[in-house]
């Protein structure tokens, strides 16, 4: 069965701080996977991982996709109250394009 | 308009009442895709479009129907509204293509917030 599994469930942070957000996968055929920030509302695509040690960068986000251990982490450094959000990964589960959703991790920055 | 578009916005509806949200994107999109979110459990997909004139059922389709006339819109009825489907719903898109050449990405629309009494 396809699983999608995010740690933390929540943490919270102060400003500055450094936050290692980490998605563990099992997935039949592995595609991609996907990391969204969803704030009151909408999830937002930030990131879209296919090749193993490859890091992808956005300011001060980073994610990297490792294949052999099955999971990915997601990095936001010298946090900001605006990066408090709960953030999500996701995998595609089959050749359809649907995706598998993890259940999020929490993420609060306090000032 | 820009992306993907959800109405209502909010709705609150009486049990056994018929419910259709609508979701419109003017992205040219050929799939689309309606999730339900709930506290603890996430966002899990109730319906799928790859294409105009073709839709599936996701993890969690009971009580729920939609259909696909066209490549922009993709409606979403409740057929007889009971509590358990207050949620807040979700409409995406994605670049999906079976053929190849493809993008897993999907790109939500601002949600509708259904409470059903």
């Known amino acids: 069965e396809d699983k999608v599994v995010q740690s933390p469930l929540s943490l919270v942070v102060h400003e500055g701080d450094t936050v290692t957000l980490n998605c563990s996968y099992e997935v039949t055929n592995f595609r991609s996977l996907l990391w969204y920030k969803q704030e009151k509302k909408a999830p937002t695509f930030l990131f879209m991982l296919?090749?193993?040690?490859i890091e992808k960068k956005s300011g001060r986000l980073s994610s990297i996709l490792d294949k052999k251990e099955l999971f990915s982490i997601l990095n936001i450094t010298a946090t900001q109250t605006g990066d408090s959000a709960v953030y999500l990964c996701?995998?595609?589960?089959?050749?359809?394009?649907?995706?598998?959703f993890g259940a999020g991790t929490q993420v609060v920055v306090t000032p | 308009i820009a992306g993907i578009t959800q109405a209502p916005t909010s709705q609150i509806l009486a049990a056994g009442r018929r419910m259709t949200l609508r979701c419109t994107q003017d992205?040219?999109?050929?799939?689309m895709y309606w999730y339900r979110q709930d506290l603890g459990l996430g966002l899990r997909l109730i319906h799928y479009?790859?294409?105009?004139?073709?839709?599936g059922k996701g993890e969690v389709p009971d009580g729920y129907s939609v259909s696909r006339a066209n490549t922009d819109d993709f409606p979403l009825t409740l057929a007889s509204a009971v509590p358990s489907e207050t949620s807040v719903y979700f409409c995406?898109?994605?670049?999906?293509?079976?053929?190849?050449?493809?993008?897993?990405?999907?790109?939500f629309g601002p949600g509708t917030r259904l409470t059903v009494l």
């Open positions: 479009s790859n294409t105009a004139g073709t839709t």
């Open positions: 996701a995998i595609p589960t089959d050749s359809w394009g649907k995706l598998q």
């Open positions: 296919t090749s193993s040690g």
């Open positions: 992205m040219r999109h050929n799939a």
């Open positions: 995406a898109s994605s670049d999906f293509r079976l053929a190849g050449g493809f993008s897993d990405t999907q790109y």
